[in-house]
């Protein structure tokens, strides 16, 4: 089965740093784009970025530039997103998902989703 | 950047037909395709339509998209509405820099 599989809910104090991670299996990892989606609860969906795990090429939405960084690790067919310093306003749901073949937005696989909560 | 306007909700009745807009503010909307997700409460989004008409395997054919350039949007059109079908639905776009979704529309089958 094509799928994508993401690390576990977590729960963490502004200021500490934070990576999750998406694991892709039965399809080529490395000759996809794997984009990141933020949904704040109750609230819609806002495109983070995008990382193409065959050359680790990434783009950004300016909104999150420099706040958060995207990678990949092909040997392990992983994609991350990680945070330097979290803040209480990054507590969302975080999904990653896949993009069709050739594509840098059609996303036809989506990761379960990993709950972040930032508090103090 | 460019939006992407959805209603906020619509409802129908089982076995109707409903269909969902999503107008593109700037640029034309022919120009780079366009998905629709589907997110049931407490789920992630699972996907519809992507490349404007196309439905992933598994996706039922009650559901269709259209693109019109004349009115710049998008619209998924739902027959045979099921109550299974309630959910929020999201259009997504891309200006060659940035994805940019619609606000969502919640739709109600009652």
């Known amino acids: 089965d094509v799928q994508l599989v993401q690390s576990g809910t977590e729960v963490k104090k502004p200021g500490e740093s934070l990576k999750i991670s998406c694991q892709g299996s039965?399809?080529?990892?490395?000759?996809?784009?794997i984009g990141w989606v933020r949904q704040v609860p109750g609230k819609g969906l806002e495109w983070m970025g995008i990382?193409?795990?065959?050359?680790?090429?990434?783009r950004y939405n300016p909104s999150f530039q420099g706040h958060v960084t995207i990678s990949a690790d092909m040997s392990i067919t992983t994609a991350y997103m990680q945070w330097s310093s979290l803040k209480a306003s990054d507590t969302a749901i975080y999904y990653c998902?896949?993009?069709?073949?050739?594509?840098?937005?059609?996303?036809?696989?989506w990761g379960q989703g990993t709950m972040v909560t930032v508090s103090s | 950047n460019f939006m992407l306007t959805q209603p906020h909700s619509v409802s129908e009745s089982p076995g109707r037909t409903i269909t969902i807009s999503c107008t593109r503010s700037?640029?034309?909307?022919?120009?780079?395709?366009v998905q629709w997700y589907q997110q049931r409460p407490g789920s992630a989004p699972t996907t519809v339509i992507y490349?404007?008409?196309?439905?992933p395997s598994g996706v039922p054919d009650r559901f269709s998209a259209s693109i019109d350039s004349s009115s710049n949007s998008a619209s998924l059109t739902i027959s045979g509405l099921k109550t299974e079908d309630e959910a929020e639905y999201y259009c997504?776009?891309?200006?060659?820099?940035?994805?940019?979704f619609g606000g969502g529309t919640q739709l109600t089958v009652l």
């Open positions: 998902a896949r993009a069709a073949s050739g594509s840098h937005d059609s996303y036809d696989i």
């Open positions: 039965g399809f080529s990892f490395s000759n996809h784009w």
């Open positions: 990382v193409y795990p065959g050359d680790s090429d990434t």
């Open positions: 700037s640029g034309s909307i022919a120009n780079n395709y």
């Open positions: 490349e404007d008409v196309l439905r």
């Open positions: 997504q776009s891309y200006d060659g820099i940035n994805v940019v």
